[in-house]
Every structure is written in structure tokens, then in C-alpha cells.
């Protein structure tokens, strides 16, 4: 059985997560990964979550171990579109 990485906060992580969350013009998905980790940084599990916030466990995993490997530069960064790459 797999372990969910533990995710402990800064202040200053925290709040930004929070803005994030809270933000009427932040993209969805910028939302979604920081309500994620907010819960995981309360102890919740990662099915919890998943259910909480309508999206998959696989989903809460990767955002959550992203979040441990990199902070916030992790569930900030975007996917290039296609387009993107044709430079």
C-alpha cells in the first residue's frame, strides 16, 4: 500500500493557497490544485479529498506529490498547448 506524501505549510504557502482558493478570477484548475493541498495539509486522505472535491484519487495524488516535490512553482505551472510549442 502506498503512502501519501505528508504536506506541511509555510505561512506564507498558506496563504497564497488560500487566495488561490478563494479567487473569483483564478483559473479552476489553479483552485482545485490548491483546495487539494490545503486538505492534504489537514491530514485528509487522499479518497477524502477525491470525494470532497469531485475528482479523482489519481488527480489528488499527483497534485498532492507535485506540491511535496516542487511548493507552489508545482501546481502553478500550466500545460503548453499546442500552439505553444510551434515557436
Given amino acids: 500500500m502506498r503512502v501519501a506524501p505528508g504536506i506541511m505549510l ?8 488560500e487566495r488561490y482558493a478563494r ?3 483564478t483559473p479552476m484548475r489553479l483552485v482545485t490544485r490548491a483546495r487539494i493541498v490545503l ?5 485528509e486522505q487522499n479518497r ?7 475528482t479523482t484519487r489519481r488527480a489528488v ?7 511535496a516535490q516542487l ?3 508545482g ?3 500550466t500545460r503548453r498547448g499546442a500552439g505553444a510549442r510551434r515557436a
Fill in 23 to 25: 479567487g473569483r478570477s
Fill in 39 to 43: 486538505r492534504a495539509a489537514a491530514d
Fill in 71 to 73: 511548493r507552489l512553482a
Fill in 75 to 77: 501546481i502553478e505551472r
Fill in 10 to 17: 509555510t505561512d506564507e504557502e498558506r496563504t497564497q493557497l
Fill in 61 to 67: 495524488g499527483r497534485w498532492r506529490t507535485r506540491f
Fill in 48 to 54: 477524502e479529498i477525491a470525494l470532497a472535491l469531485g
